[in-house]
């Protein structure tokens, strides 16, 4: 599997079958080197998965992440199995808590202790098969607090933090070490007008204000509760989406390497609208190119 700097993050319950081929091969064009999808209410990761590898021939799919309440470990191991050996090991196994909400009032799951939880399913995928950190069939997890880092250092092949900053960034290397992979996800908006900007920014992140992982993680980062209040502070959509044009962009991207990222996780945030390929082309090429 080749690790590049780039990846292609997207919200892909909000298309359709060939609408998600056109995605998933417009960012293998654009040179990145993976491809990342959430699972949240609409497809099933797994199968998701599939689709996106048979719509493809390059790029690494990765999913970012799946719901470990979604899917027993064996299933989640079958899984990563059986996609690494159907795509020629294009497949990357990415695991998360997830929200309370989405755990106990979606699929009437009770929400264990996160670390704890997260422990006891990567112990159940090693079971048998691969280790968790070989690089050909990776297993990674959605790690913000030090405690869940500490986690994907000791037992995976990396963490995929989403919604952070580079500061986050700095400090989650700090945790992880040298030998660990750190994929971090960045939204960006090539929008120059600041106030368009922002309320394309307010409106795509609403539903994450409203989640206490996340709120417990900007606090941590430096953030107040009142920058959470009133649909976001300025200060807090400006750190979690970087907007503007080609070079004020890419700078963002370059300050998360220059704190310890592998890869960053581009998302074109779909309330400013479809993906700009020229536009993020230049954003790449700013940062140093694919």
């Known amino acids: ?73 064996v ?26 909400p989405l755990v106990e009032t979606l699929r009437g799951h009770r929400y264990a202790g996160p670390v704890a939880a997260m422990r006891r399913y990567l112990e159940g995928i090693a079971a048998e098969g691969p280790p968790l950190d070989d690089p050909a069939r990776p297993v990674v997890i959605a790690a913000l607090g030090p405690r869940m880092l500490e986690l994907a250092a000791e037992l995976c092949r990396g963490a995929i933090p989403y919604n952070v900053t580079p500061e986050h960034t700095e400090r989650a290397r700090a945790i992880l070490g040298p030998g660990r992979w750190l994929a971090v996800e960045q939204k960006i908006c090539l929008l120059e007008d600041a106030d368009a900007a922002r309320a394309a920014a307010r409106e795509e992140l609403a539903r994450y204000m409203r989640l206490d992982n996340y709120r417990n993680n900007w606090l941590r980062t430096g953030f107040a509760a009142d920058d959470m209040e009133g649909g976001g502070s300025d200060r807090l959509m400006d750190a979690m989406v970087a907007w503007g044009g080609a070079e004020q962009v890419a700078e963002r991207l370059r300050e998360h390497f220059d704190a310890g990222a592998d890869q960053v996780c581009i998302q074109p945030i779909a309330a400013a609208g479809p993906p700009d390929w020229q536009g993020l082309e230049a954003v790449l090429a700013a940062a140093g190119g694919p």
């Open 1 to 73: 599997m080749h690790y590049g700097r780039f990846g292609f993050w997207y919200p892909t319950d909000r298309l359709d079958g060939a609408e998600l081929g056109e995605l998933v091969r417009g960012a293998e064009a654009l040179g990145c080197s993976h491809f990342w999808y959430p699972e949240s209410t609409g497809y099933e990761s797994l199968s998701l998965a599939g689709h996106l590898l048979a719509q493809s021939s390059r790029i690494a799919v990765g999913s970012s992440i799946a719901n470990i309440y979604a899917r027993d470990p």
């Open 75 to 100: 299933t989640a191991r079958n899984g990563r199995r059986t996609l690494a050996d159907f795509s020629g090991e294009r497949f990357v196994l990415g695991l998360g808590v997830s929200h309370p």
